[in-house]
Structures are given as C-alpha cells and as structure tokens.
C-alpha cells in the first residue's frame, strides 16, 4: 500500500505563484508515473501534469495545454516527492488539486484511471 500527502495549496492573487508538494509513503519503490490533476467545481477531475520516475529527478514531464508554461513539475525520485511549480497563476486554475501515483508500465498519463494512488487534495484558490 501507498499514501499520498499533499501540502502547499492556499489563497492568492492573480499573477502570483504557489508551490505545492505530494510526498509518497508506504510502497513508494513501485511508482513508475506521478501526475497533478485538479478539479473545479462542479466539473469533473482534470489532468494537469504528470512526470516519470526515472533517474533522480524524473523525466519525460507532461503537461495540459491550460498550463503549458505556466507550470513546471518536477520529482525528487529519492524522496518519492513530486511538486508542482505554478507561476502566473489565473482564477481559472482555482480547484482542488490531488497528487497521483501509478504502478502501471504502460499507461496514458491523462487518465485518472492510470493511476493506483491518490492524495485526498489540497485547495489552490485564485483572486482576481
């Protein structure tokens, strides 16, 4: 088994930046992918980004056309931590973020379905 922490989540003002962070406990060896998906309101959970558990910092990143250059993740593969970096932020990026794992050798990262693990989410709110 595995869990999932998240932290870094809060209010702030358009334009501003946040930093959030997904800690990996338990059966942490077995992850191959980590990804960041959010969800609004009302809508249904979206991907946001996801990395590769490669080598010590992680590869291959992906990222949703919303914030592409906007977001970087990133993954400190020895400590089983991912974070995701978010810069000029929008009230559109307001939500629930919730950290992934996968244990899957193949998958399609934007899939929530691809994903073993989850955090329980924490609330990233944008002002205008």
């Known amino acids: 088994q595995m869990q999932l922490m998240e932290s870094g989540g809060g209010s702030v003002q358009a334009g501003g930046s946040l930093r959030l962070s997904c800690a990996a406990s338990?059966?942490?060896?077995?992850?191959?992918?980590m990804a960041w998906f959010r969800q609004k309101a009302g809508k249904a959970r979206e991907k946001v980004a996801a990395i590769y558990r490669r080598g010590l910092r992680g590869d291959d990143p992906e990222y949703s056309a919303s914030v592409k250059g906007r977001f970087a993740i990133s993954l400190d593969a020895a400590e089983s931590t991912v974070y995701l970096q978010m810069s000029s932020l929008e009230p559109d990026d307001t939500a629930r973020y919730y950290c992934?794992?996968?244990?899957?050798?193949?998958?399609?990262?934007?899939?929530?379905?691809?994903?073993?693990?989850w955090g329980q989410g924490t609330q990233v709110t944008v002002s205008s």
């Open positions: 992934a794992a996968s244990t899957k050798r193949a998958y399609i990262w934007s899939l929530p379905s691809s994903y073993d693990y």
């Open positions: 338990g059966d942490r060896y077995s992850i191959t992918y």
